[in-house]
């Protein structure tokens, strides 16, 4: 079974930009849907990004749409997300998943998570 571990995280002042990253180690990396997720405190995991098993295509949640891009290297198993105009509410621990089946936004159809990464976001 793959395993994820997230890197990256950090504080940033509010208009800035951040890079996350995910490393999958186990096989078959390129054979699971990817996605992130986040959870502030005193809320609920929210969906924030996913993108297709080879990289094709990806989706967003409106609170990130434009400011955020997910990309993948299945040759190095590994999984990015990239946010700019960062702001106080995308304050969060950032969490990777890995999904075989199931709708991308829906945090029960990931079987594998990371340990997730702490960003804050000053303003």
């Known amino acids: 079974q793959v395993q994820l571990a997230e890197s990256g995280g950090g504080l940033v002042q509010a208009g800035g930009s951040l890079k996350i990253s995910c490393k999958a180690s186990?096989?078959?990396?390129?054979?699971?849907?990817m996605g992130w997720f986040r959870q502030a405190p005193g809320k609920k995991r929210e969906f924030v990004a996913a993108?297709?098993?080879?990289?094709?295509?990806?989706d967003y949640a409106d609170s990130v749409k434009g400011r955020a891009t997910i990309s993948r290297n299945n040759f190095a198993n590994t999984m990015s997300l990239e946010m700019s105009s960062l702001k106080p509410e995308d304050t969060a621990v950032y969490y990777c998943?890995?999904?075989?089946?199931?709708?991308?936004?829906?945090?029960?159809?990931?079987?594998?998570w990371g340990q997730g990464t702490q960003v804050t976001v000053s303003s």
């Open positions: 186990g096989p078959d990396f390129s054979q699971k849907y």
């Open positions: 993108i297709s098993k080879a990289g094709a295509s990806a």
């Open positions: 998943g890995a999904r075989v089946r199931g709708w991308y936004y829906e945090e029960e159809a990931y079987e594998t």
